[in-house]
């Protein structure tokens, strides 16, 4: 177990090295000399010079890198062109709010994706069974920034239940917005309970728990229920991923002070070392999340590890 | 299909009938890729026409989805954005597609060192999640539809490689292909002719269901301002148009994200029935 976990932890290593390339590459990959860009259009030669300078560009790129991943480790991400304040201070002020809401949006889906599909799979073939489906694919094809919009229009304009947008701490801004981001890896959730829990369903152990007289529903709850969980749980891990990805359109759309809003308005006003600092906190993120499912599912089901 | 020789189409098209679901979402896909051809003959009125006096008018019988901020026809204008989502989800599928599947086959079929470097840089572009790795693109390429193509291709990609990789693996050492092999077939003959219509069914499954993902992550991107640019009749930008006027003109929300909504539907649906009908696990 604690060699599959070693293996598993070394194998990111390769993948981390070429993000933080990826990440550092992001710059020099920028169409025209990044120091022109970051000084802006009107700044003189002798400014520009500077400015090269002061970020290490004149330097061989190998040192670059170096220094980059040197700067990584103490937590100096760079400063905004912006607001020349700290990257890191930026981020650390965002940070909260986008796991707040990734959570929560991430809570609900999984009890309403693990309901639907599990009603699905019970009353297979039933008009329940179509029902759930019908929702299920209707959330997988419904744009994420129009369900904000709708919902806005109905519970926070018309029905004035929920603030229209922006957080300041209270719970009620967090209903709209959560339930937005959720919907489509709710929808995602219902799909993959469904199958899990027909392939289930089809054990020998279940017919063994029919034959010998447990009744329906203990079946259904006690014996199906939980086994079909198992490939759920890993499932939550990867669709945290995809949550996270999401929440750059719907905190756009809610106005939520979050990174993914920061991030859009990044790209907007061309703060590179900001976006630079944020592809990299994703990734690193990602790959993090699924080293956590690999190790979770590892636990749960032990064929895994002897491969 | 009584006396008649059961031909793979006929099979195919017996298991698909059945998904009467599919069915309608394939009749709506084709009557929708209709008016996108037709849009200029179809649409009522002209999708840049700007009347002042019809400003944000209310849907009515001259304009059956009202008018938005510029008094133009917003039905009219989804007509011809459907060109636009229609194009951009296709073509960013094709090419994420074909080099997918090339990038694919190859990693299968020579394995080694070229396998390990192709998977791994697929397992680099699945550390990002697709939006951000479009939106990191965009910002390196500058905003615009073309660029939008490109993003939305690059995180195709990965999948096709490995959907294809995995059939690849088990055809290379199927009995035909060995066969093919024993009496002389080239590496390229082996892998065009016949290995790679063996992957196939994979990819086109994937293929209708990528478009639909495709046309919403090309529209997100437009409603943040990194698509298609105003006056441009495209549906993600004219919804951020109209996030300004939400509880004063609610037709200019509802009507642009129902066609999304109901392109990707279908998209989803027909692929859906094509799994069913093509996927040998799936009865």
């Known amino acids: 177990m604690i060699r599959f976990f070693l293996k598993r932890c070394l194998s990111m290593i390769p993948v981390l090295f070429v993000v933080s390339i990826l990440a550092f590459a992001f710059v020099h990959l920028l169409p025209g000399d990044p120091a022109r860009m970051m000084a802006g259009q009107d700044a003189d030669p002798a400014t520009i010079e500077l400015l090269r300078q002061q ?24 400063m905004s062109l912006r607001t020349q304040i700290p990257v890191f201070d930026e981020i650390a002020l ?5 796991m707040l809401l990734a959570m929560t949006g991430m809570a609900w889906s999984v009890i309403f994706g693990v309901f639907f599909g599990a009603v699905a799979a019970i009353y297979s073939g039933k008009w329940q069974d179509y029902l759930a489906m019908f929702v299920s694919v209707s959330g997988i094809s419904v744009p994420q920034f129009w369900l904000g919009l709708l919902l806005i229009q109905l519970f926070a304009v018309y029905l004035g239940w929920f603030p229209v947008a922006g957080y300041t701490g209270k719970a009620s801004e967090l209903v709209l917005p959560s339930i937005t981001l959720g919907a489509t ?22 017919s063994t728990a029919r034959a010998k007289g447990v009744a329906e529903r203990l079946v259904m709850w006690k014996h199906a229920f939980r086994n079909a969980l198992i490939p759920v749980v890993t499932m939550i891990g990867l669709q945290f991923g995809f949550l996270l990805g999401g929440s750059v359109v719907v905190e756009t759309v809610f106005a939520w002070p979050g990174l993914g809003r920061y991030m859009i308005e990044a790209v907007a006003v ?38 | 299909m009584d006396q008649q020789t059961i031909t793979p189409f006929g099979l195919f098209w017996h298991k698909f009938k059945q998904r009467k679901t599919a069915l309608v979402a394939g009749v709506f896909l084709v009557l929708l890729i209709a008016t996108a051809i037709l849009a200029p003959y179809v649409a009522p009125y002209d999708p840049f026409a700007i009347d002042y006096n019809l400003s944000m008018m209310p849907p009515s019988p001259e304009h059956l989805a009202g008018t938005d901020v510029y008094g133009r026809d917003i039905l009219s204008r989804i007509i011809h954005g459907s060109r636009i989502s229609l194009t951009v989800g296709f073509t960013s599928v094709l090419v994420g597609a074909v080099v997918g599947v090339t990038l694919g086959l190859i990693s299968g079929f020579f394995g080694g060192i070229l396998d390990g470097l192709i998977m791994r840089t697929s397992d680099v572009l699945f550390a990002f999640p697709g939006i951000l790795l479009a939106i990191a693109i965009v910002a390196i390429l500058g905003p615009g539809l073309v660029n939008v193509v490109v993003a939305v291709s690059v995180f195709s990609m990965p999948t096709f490689a490995r959907i294809v990789r995995g059939s690849t693996l088990s055809l290379k050492e199927s009995l035909y292909v060995r066969a093919a092999q024993s009496v002389g077939a080239s590496r390229r003959r082996l892998m065009f002719v016949h290995i790679l219509p063996g992957t196939l069914s994979g990819v086109i499954v994937y293929f209708t269901m990528r478009i639909g993902t495709s ?23 004219m919804l951020a148009e109209s996030r300004d006027y939400i509880g004063v003109a609610d037709h200019m929300t509802i009507f642009p994200g129902i066609a999304i909504f109901l392109t990707v539907l279908f998209f989803n649906l027909f692929g859906d029935g094509l799994r069913a009908a093509l996927d040998p696990k799936i009865k």
């Open chain 1, 94 to 98: 965002r940070y909260m709010p986008t």
């Open chain 1, 270 to 307: 061309r703060d590179y070392p900001v976006l630079q600092a944020l592809l990299l906190l994703y990734s690193f993120h990602f790959v993090f999340i699924n080293l956590l499912v690999d190790m979770v599912y590892a636990l749960i089901n032990p064929e895994i590890r002897y491969e």
């Open chain 2, 215 to 237: 046309i919403i992550t090309a529209a997100s991107l437009s409603f943040l301002g990194l698509g298609a640019q105003p006056p441009t009749p495209e549906w993600g930008a």
């Open chain 1, 55 to 78: 970020l290490g560009l004149d330097r061989p790129l190998p040192v670059q890198y170096l220094r980059y991943i040197g700067n990584l480790c103490t937590g100096d991400l760079g």
């Open chain 1, 185 to 206: 890896v709710a929808a995602i959730m219902a799909r993959f309970t469904l199958s899990a829990f027909l392939d289930v369903l089809s054990e020998e152990y279940i």
